[in-house]
C-alpha cells in the first residue's frame, strides 16, 4: 500500500498478507493525514493497493486506488493583538504583536504606519515574516508625542497593510490597532508669588505670569 502523495497523508501499514486461514477477514488500512502549516486547500490523493502472490491468478490482478481528501486546517491571515495600554505625551510607549495564521509560500511584509503621527509614532515601519518565522510574534512599539496643546485624549488607528509573493496573503485587507495619546497638558495660567512688598518710599515688586499650555488663539 502506497501514499501518492506522503506530504499528505501516509500509511500507518504499508503491507497487508492474507492466507487460506483468513482470506475472507477484512482487513483495516489506517491513513494519517500530514499537517503542512501551509493554506494549501485540501488535497485529494490516492493509495494504491497492489497485489504480489505465489498464486497467478492473484499475481496477474491489476493495481486498485483508494481516492482520498486531507482536508486543510491552516488559513492565510494576520492576527494584530489588541495594544498593551495608552500612550501618554509624556513618551510612554504602547505595543502591540503581529503574528501570521499559516506558512506563506513566499515573504509577507507588512507595512506599519501611524494615522497620526503628531499623537503617535512607530518603531517598525515593516515587519516580514518568512516561511521559518511566520508563527513568532513581532512586537511594534508605539511611543506618544508631546503637543504641548491641551487637546484632550485623542484617539487614533496604527494601520498594518500586507504585501507578498503569496496570493492568498496578497489579497488580505489591512488592519488597524487602535490606540489612545493621553493629554498631559492643561489649559491654566499661573501667577507666582510676589518678590517682596513695596513701600510708599516707591520700593518695586515683581511677580510673574506663565501660561501651562500652548493656546490655540493668543
Known amino acids: 500500500l502506497v501514499s501518492s502523495d506522503e506530504a499528505e497523508a501516509v500509511v500507518l501499514v504499508p ?10 477477514v477484512p482487513q483495516t488500512v489506517t491513513v494519517t493525514g500530514q499537517d503542512d502549516f501551509q493554506d494549501d486547500g ?4 490516492n493509495v494504491t493497493v497492489a ?3 505465489g498464486d497467478a491468478k492473484y499475481a496477474a490482478l491489476a493495481s486498485q486506488t483508494a481516492g482520498l481528501v486531507n482536508e486543510d486546517d491552516d488559513v492565510s491571515r494576520f492576527v494584530v493583538s489588541t495594544a498593551s495600554g495608552n500612550k501618554t505625551e509624556a513618551g510612554a510607549t504602547a505595543t502591540f504583536t503581529v503574528v501570521l495564521g499559516s506558512e506563506p509560500f513566499a515573504d509577507v511584509v507588512l507595512d506599519v504606519s501611524s494615522l497620526d503621527v503628531t499623537e503617535g ?29 491641551d487637546d484632550g485624549d485623542v ?28 493629554d498631559d497638558d492643561v489649559s491654566r495660567f499661573v501667577v507666582s508669588t510676589a518678590s517682596g512688598n513695596k513701600t510708599e518710599a ?17
Do not use: R
Open 15 to 24: 503491507t497487508l498478507t492474507f492466507t487460506a486461514g483468513d482470506w475472507d
Open 42 to 45: 485540501d488535497v485529494a490523493y
Open 51 to 53: 497485489v504480489s502472490s
Open 121 to 149: 509614532k512607530v518603531n517598525h515601519s515593516v515587519l516580514t515574516f518568512t516561511a521559518a518565522d511566520w508563527d513568532v510574534p513581532q512586537t511594534v512599539t508605539v511611543t506618544g508625542q508631546d503637543d504641548f496643546h
Open 155 to 182: 484617539a487614533y488607528n496604527v494601520t498594518v497593510a500586507v504585501s507578498s509573493g503569496d496570493a492568498k496573503y496578497a489579497a488580505l485587507a489591512s488592519q488597524t490597532a487602535g490606540l489612545v495619546n493621553e
Open 202 to 218: 516707591g520700593a518695586t515688586a515683581t511677580f510673574t505670569v506663565v501660561l501651562g499650555s500652548e493656546p490655540f488663539a493668543d
